[in-house]
């Protein structure tokens, strides 16, 4: 079984700053890309982020140049490093990881519980 856990969410003021955490935990053999999505009030799950095993990143245009993901591939974990906050970046954010529990077997998708992060001022 693997369980993804987040933290890091909050209240921040306009062009303030987060830093999301989401680390991985249990039956894993390897991870594949990991990503942030975000879900606001009325509006579908978008990809904010995603990093693959590599290190490649990709963002939604509406976040580049202020957030930042990374991983730690010892840590299973990915962080997302959010800056220059704006009140339309209120969302519930998840985190996603492709992960694989044994050799030779296709990755599955995995889902945090989801975390506030709420720009107000």
């Known amino acids: 079984q693997v369980q993804l856990v987040e933290s890091g969410g909050g209240l921040v003021q306009p062009g303030g700053s987060l830093r999301l955490s989401c680390a991985a935990s249990?039956?894993?053999?390897?991870?594949?890309?990991m990503g942030w999505y975000r879900q606001a009030p009325g509006k579908q799950r978008e990809l904010v982020a995603i990093i693959n095993s590599g290190g490649m990143t990709n963002y939604v245009d509406s976040v580049k140049g202020r957030f930042t993901i990374s991983r730690d591939n010892a840590k299973n974990t990915v962080y997302l490093q959010m800056n220059s906050l704006k009140p339309e970046d209120t969302a519930v954010y998840y985190c996603?990881?492709?992960?694989?529990?044994?050799?030779?077997?296709?990755?599955?998708?995995?889902w945090g519980q989801g975390t506030q992060v709420t720009v107000s001022s």
């Open positions: 996603n990881a492709q992960i694989s529990s044994r050799a030779f077997q296709y990755a599955n998708d995995y």
């Open positions: 249990g039956s894993i053999f390897s991870i594949n890309a």
